[in-house]
């Protein structure tokens, strides 16, 4: 009769590190995934490159409108200064300095409308800063419970698998090959207990012949369904 009972709580053992193994794969997956954080301050740094853009085009904007009022003022003095002797050469002057007032305008309306352009991108702006801030800070809180969480799972870790290892060493290597080669086909659970006449692996009624092949046996007995091998607990 094969002593069964190592084996089931070898694989007690096992079943809890597969558990914790688990769960902390998910948490550490769950610490690389970018949070909405992430898409914030990508947002928020899309905003300021706008920005600094709409800044650029009013500094080349207000450029403009002082050259273009210093032309002006330059005709001003030139039409009024009576150098100007011939009507044609008047009517030419008069002609370019209307123009250039017909600029300054069109300059000015273009710089109205791009400073109501950087009002709008800076107010947008604050609203993503707070919103980034807020986000950051949950993200910051998140991640700091993850770690935890992750640091106690590696802890319970390290205590269980030397616990398993050394539980491991003191059933016979064929038995552990035998139970660590069907692990991988059921899903860790290799070791069913016997209760109630029941194969608790597949919750089969037993025969009698297979529950009297059990208690007779000196070697492992699976269950006819499910092959699980079967352990009166
Ligand atoms: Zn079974």
Redesign the pocket.
């Known amino acids: 009769m094969v002593d069964l009972e190592q084996l089931y709580l070898l694989q007690q053992l096992d079943l809890k590190i597969d558990g914790l193994t688990t769960s902390l794969d998910a948490v550490r997956s769950k610490l690389n995934i970018d949070g909405p954080a992430v898409t914030a301050r990508a947002r928020v740094a899309t905003l300021e490159a706008h920005i600094e853009s709409l800044y650029a085009r009013r500094r080349a904007s207000e450029r403009s409108l002082t050259e273009l009022n210093d032309k002006l003022t330059a005709e001003d003095t030139r039409l009024y200064s009576g150098s100007i002797t011939s009507t044609k050469e008047m009517q030419a002057a008069q002609e370019e300095h209307d123009f250039t007032k017909e600029q300054i305008g069109k300059t000015e309306e273009g710089l109205l409308a791009l400073m109501v352009g950087i009002e709008e991108a800076e107010t947008t702006l604050t609203k993503g800063h707070k919103i980034l801030e807020t986000l950051e800070a949950q993200a910051d809180q998140q991640t700091a419970e993850l770690a935890e969480e992750e640091s106690s799972l590696v802890n319970q870790l390290k205590v269980l698998t030397p616990e398993r290892d050394s539980s491991a060493k003191q059933i016979d290597s064929k038995l552990v090959y035998r139970y660590e080669t069907l692990r991988k086909s059921k899903n860790g659970h290799v070791i ?1 207990k016997v209760e109630r006449e029941m ?1 608790q ?2 919750r ?1 009624k037993l025969t009698t012949s297979e529950l009297q092949r059990i208690q007779m046996a000196t070697d492992l007995v699976q ?6 091998i ?1 352990y009166f607990g």
């Open positions: 069913a194969c692996g597949c089969i269950c006819d369904s499910c092959h699980r079967l």
